[in-house]
């Protein structure tokens, strides 16, 4: 039987994440569950008491040609193995974007696994890849610091504005990826020439001292990941290009409705994005 998650499901569907996806873990689990399960939308297959299958849905606002529409992201995408190969993924899938379709005219779900999710209609669309960093400063008058919430929100809207795609967000989500990489041995930190934080960082150190966003001026964001070398050790660049891995898919559910609410011309979702010339950007795991 297909239904919402009960409040006393939460802990039987932790364990689940937990044995599930013990090796994409590193203490996300613990911080998701901690912070952000309650307010997501949770599908299950429960029969006699047991939870065989479950999945996610977490909204969110999208913005595409200088308009915020509504969205989710499924994640938590999980059936325990002894229920495996037995259809009921797809049911469940199926059952959670009927619903989504009536409340959102795209969901998105991240990349891990294209082939699984094509066939309900998803196409991938955000597209990143890895490169090393290279310092080319010497003298940096500057520092870093502890992150100034409410400056990255500023500078991240700043950036926005080159890239379509893009998530939504607050004050309150800059707070919440602090959390998040903190939980995972990882930094949110910011570079301060003065009182005033130039430019921020999002690091995840136990993957490669991976720099997954920078935002600020351009010589501001090189002067951050040149002290942030010199402090962690070499790092690594997440950036978009149409020509990266894999990263989040997106399903239409009504492109003509979706195009209307942005104010596109395009007749389908293909032509839009084949005649688009900006980056997609997605950070967003949940």
């Known amino acids: 039987m297909i239904t919402l998650a009960e409040k006393q499901d939460k802990e039987a569907i932790y364990q689940i994440w937990k044995k599930l996806f013990a090796d994409d873990d590193g203490g996300y689990t613990d911080y998701y569950f901690q912070s952000l399960y309650d307010r997501a939308i949770t599908y299950v297959i429960k029969e006699q008491g047991l939870i065989k299958a479950v999945l996610q849905r977490q909204k969110h606002e999208i913005r595409f040609h200088q308009h915020n529409v509504p969205t989710s992201m499924i994640l938590g995408v999980a059936t325990l193995p002894e229920y495996q190969g037995q259809g009921l993924m797809r049911r469940l899938m199926e059952y959670a974007l009927d619903d989504a379709k009536r409340e959102e005219t795209v969901t998105m779900i991240q990349a891990y696994h294209p082939k699984l999710y ?48 893009t998530i939504v967000r607050t004050k309150q989500s800059f707070i919440e990826l602090h959390e998040e990489l903190q939980a995972q041995g990882g930094q949110l930190i910011g570079y301060y020439e003065g ?71 395009e007749p389908c979702e293909s032509a839009y994005f084949q005649n688009l010339d900006t980056l997609l950007f997605m950070h967003e795991n949940a």
Not at 133 to 152: E, K, N, Q, W, Y
Not at 160 to 165: I, L, Q, R, V
């Open 195 to 265: 009182d005033v934080m130039k430019a921020y960082a999002a690091l995840e150190l136990q993957a490669d001292n991976l720099v997954t966003e920078c935002f600020g001026d351009a010589d501001a964001c090189s002067k951050l990941l040149a002290l942030a070398q010199r402090r962690f050790g070499n790092l690594k660049q997440q950036i978009c290009d149409h020509d990266g891995d894999p990263y989040t898919m997106l399903l239409f559910h009504d492109w003509p409705r979706f195009a209307s609410l942005v104010d596109l011309e």
């Open 118 to 165: 094509t066939p309900f209609g998803f196409q991938v669309y955000y597209h990143t890849k890895t490169i090393p960093f290279s310092s080319v400063h010497t003298r940096i008058t500057g520092g870093l610091g502890d992150p100034d919430f409410l400056a990255c929100l500023k500078l991240y809207d700043h950036a926005m504005a080159s890239f379509e795609g």
